[in-house]
């Protein structure tokens, strides 16, 4: 089965970092696009950014310049760099995977990713 495991969040002052992490495991991870998602409080899951098979990235205008989002294949591991965090990024954050995915067209895409972790919190103050 796929497992999506997110992990690194927290509480953070504004103007702070945090990385992200999501461990992948059930499937071809190398295969698959990777993205992180954002929901906070009463708003709509938005995309933060994503990665596909060939190295292609895309970031939300929100979070270009101080997100980073890699892929270690090895370790079947995602990351997300998060840098000078604002109060608006406070948000549960999603990692998600699927093998369709273009990350450059369709990377921002709720509804294209198949498969989902359950979300880190993070909350800056």
């Known amino acids: 089965d796929v497992q999506l495991v997110e992990s690194g969040g927290g509480s953070v002052q504004a103007g702070g970092s945090l990385r992200l992490s999501c461990a992948a495991s059930g499937f071809t991870y190398s295969r698959y696009c990777m993205g992180w998602f954002r929901q906070a409080p009463g708003k709509e899951r938005e995309g933060v950014a994503a990665?596909?098979?060939?190295?292609?990235?895309s970031y939300a205008d929100s979070v270009k310049g101080r997100f980073t989002i890699s892929k270690d294949n090895a370790k079947n591991t995602l990351y997300l760099q998060m840098n000078s965090l604002k109060p608006d990024g406070s948000a549960m954050y999603y990692c998600?995977?699927?093998?369709?995915?273009?990350?450059?067209?369709?990377?921002?895409?709720?509804?294209?990713?198949?498969?989902w972790g359950q979300g880190t919190q993070v909350t800056v103050s």
């Open positions: 990665i596909d098979t060939d190295g292609n990235i």
């Open positions: 998600a995977a699927d093998p369709f995915v273009i990350a450059s067209s369709r990377g921002m895409i709720e509804a294209d990713y198949g498969y």
